[in-house]
C-alpha cells in the first residue's frame, strides 16, 4: 500500500508540478504580452509626437517663409512711396512744360529744343522712379483711374468712352498719383 501510495504522491508531485511549470510559462507570457503591449503604446506616443513635432516644424517653415516674403514686399513698398510726396509735387512741373510746348509757335526754335530736352529728362526721372502716365485716349471710362468732370454725347462712339483727356493722370506702381482729367460719352 505505501508503494501505491508513494506512486500516487509521485503522480500528484508531477501533475502539481507541471501545472506549476505550466503556470509559471503562462505567467511569463503574460508578461511579456504586458510587456510587448506597452513597448508598443510607447512606441504609438513617440511616433504620434514625432509627427506632432514635424507638423509644427513644416507649419512654423511656412510662417517663416511667409514672414520674409511679406517683408521683403514692404520694404520694396515704403521704398517705392517712401517718395510719393516729391513725385506728387513733380507732377504739376511736367504738366507746366507740356502746356510750353504745346504753346510754341516755332518748333525748330532753340527755346523749343531746350523746353523739350528739360520736358524729357523730367519724364525719363519719373518713369525711373515708378510714375507711370495713364492711357485715358479712347480707354473705357474706369472711376479708379479717371475722373470725369464733362458727359458729352459723341456719335459713333459708344457709351462710357473716354472722348478727351483734359489733365494727364499718373500712377506711381499700382496707386494713382492723380487720376486722368477726362470728357466721357454718354
Do not use: W
Not at 8 to 28: F, G, I, P, Y
Not at 131 to 145: H, K, Q, T
Not at 163 to 185: A, E, I
Amino acid at each position: 500500500m505505501e508503494e501505491n501510495k508513494s506512486t500516487v504522491d509521485e503522480a500528484v508531485n508531477e501533475e502539481t508540478s507541471e501545472e506549476t511549470l505550466e503556470n509559471k510559462t503562462t505567467n511569463e507570457e503574460l508578461n511579456d504580452n504586458v510587456v510587448d503591449l506597452e513597448e508598443k503604446i510607447e512606441e504609438n506616443k513617440l511616433e504620434k509626437e514625432l509627427e506632432e513635432m514635424k507638423d509644427k516644424y513644416t507649419r512654423l517653415q511656412a510662417e517663416y517663409a511667409n514672414f520674409m516674403r511679406r517683408t521683403k514686399e514692404e520694404k520694396e513698398s515704403i521704398g517705392l512711396f517712401a517718395n510719393e510726396k516729391i513725385l506728387n509735387e513733380l507732377v504739376p512741373v511736367l504738366d507746366s512744360l507740356d502746356m510750353a510746348l504745346k504753346a510754341f509757335e516755332d518748333k525748330d526754335s532753340n527755346m523749343y529744343k531746350g523746353v523739350e530736352l528739360v520736358h524729357k529728362n523730367l519724364s525719363n526721372t519719373l518713369t525711373k522712379f515708378g510714375v507711370c502716365e495713364i492711357e485715358s485716349e479712347n480707354a473705357d471710362f474706369d472711376p479708379n483711374l479717371h475722373l470725369a468732370v464733362m458727359q458729352e454725347a459723341v456719335e459713333g462712339v459708344e457709351p462710357n468712352k473716354v472722348v478727351d483727356v483734359m489733365q494727364k493722370g499718373y500712377t506711381l506702381g499700382k496707386k494713382v498719383l492723380r487720376p486722368s482729367m477726362v470728357k466721357v460719352s454718354c
